[in-house]
């Protein structure tokens, strides 16, 4: 079986490796080279980079619409196109060339938060379980029908980053065992997404990160989780801009203006939310690394009781 696999960050990296596993993979296709940090030198996706350390041919076209890298790809003359989060949209005539069409490997049990950043909103919305589909690609915007799937609950503490880990190698399991399907003639049964139930998972923007206070402190604590590592939440507190890499609801009523500073100590910093109180355990200040609420403490005695 011939395998061209396309896609372009850490997520995909799992799922290039199962889909290599057997010499199949022939092209890899990834986003261009992008100018990163603070040289703005040229950076390379993960997915070229474990490409190279395979030995793959990387294709890094900056669209696949025209006819000229159509022509490409059909010249690879591929069984099967399989798409991890790439970041590119494929047109119609793309998923028409590979003999099985396109498989893509989605961080959500669809219908459920089709789009692009699943991982995340699952946590802020304080879904309690959560999964992966390998779906057939069609033109919309993760609406075909599905092959296989896993689920997993998600833990009361995980963060964005933990679940995003897990869910790579989930996806990465699942994309194998469809693979062993086809290569012995059984294709999975594609199952049509239930018209019930769609939710879109739009884009991360940074602004979203500023935490507002008269929000209910549980949902703030959902966006903590669902916000680290990046963009990772922030907001004013007691007199500055701190980031907030690690928080606690407290079902309390306190009875204070949100955005009060309730109390400081070893465990944290507790400040009034709309309903109850969040409490701040990681934090870090404007050009300093994330520390503790203790450590935090050590630098800021006025906020020391006594």
């Known amino acids: 079986m011939k395998i061209v696999f396309a896609g372009t960050p850490e997520f995909a990296l799992p799922s290039l490796r199962a889909a290599a596993a057997r010499g199949e993979v022939v092209a890899v296709y990834t986003q261009p080279d992008r100018r990163a940090g603070r040289g703005r030198g040229l950076a390379l996706s993960p997915v070229k980079r474990e490409a190279i350390a395979l030995g793959l041919p990387v294709l890094q076209p900056e669209s696949l619409k025209g006819e000229l890298m159509q022509d490409v790809l059909r010249q690879l003359a591929p069984d099967l196109l399989v798409v991890v989060a790439y970041g590119l949209i494929l047109p119609r005539k793309v998923l028409q060339i590979p003999r099985f069409g396109c498989w893509n490997v989605h961080a959500s049990l669809l219908p459920r938060w089709r789009g692009a950043a699943p991982i995340q909103r699952a946590i802020e919305a304080g879904d309690e379980q959560t999964g992966v589909c390998l779906m057939q690609m069609e033109a919309g915007l993760d609406t075909g029908p599905v092959l296989l799937h896993k689920s997993t609950p998600i833990q009361p503490a995980e963060t964005g980053g933990q679940l995003h880990d ?125 520390i503790t609420a203790a450590d935090y403490l050590n630098a800021r005695h006025d906020l020391v009781a006594g």
Not at 167 to 193: F, H, I, K, S
Not at 214 to 238: C, D, G, M, T
Not at 242 to 258: K, M, N
Request: aromatic share 4%.
């Open 166 to 290: 897990r869910l790579a190698e989930m996806g990465a399991q699942v994309l194998a065992d469809g693979l062993g399907l086809l290569r012995a003639g059984m294709r999975p049964l594609p199952t049509p997404q239930p018209v019930e139930g769609v939710t879109y998972a739009h884009k991360l923007h940074k602004d979203e990160a500023r935490l507002d206070w008269n929000e209910p402190a549980a949902q703030l604590a959902r966006k903590v989780r669902a916000f680290s590592p990046w963009p990772v939440a922030e907001a004013q507190v007691a007199g500055e801009r701190l980031r907030i890499h690690g928080a606690a609801a407290l079902d309390l009523d306190h009875g204070q203006a949100p955005g009060t500073l309730l109390a400081a100590g070893k465990q944290g910093l507790d400040i009034a939310c709309g309903s109850g109180a969040l409490r701040l355990r990681v934090i870090q200040r404007e050009g300093g690394k994330a």
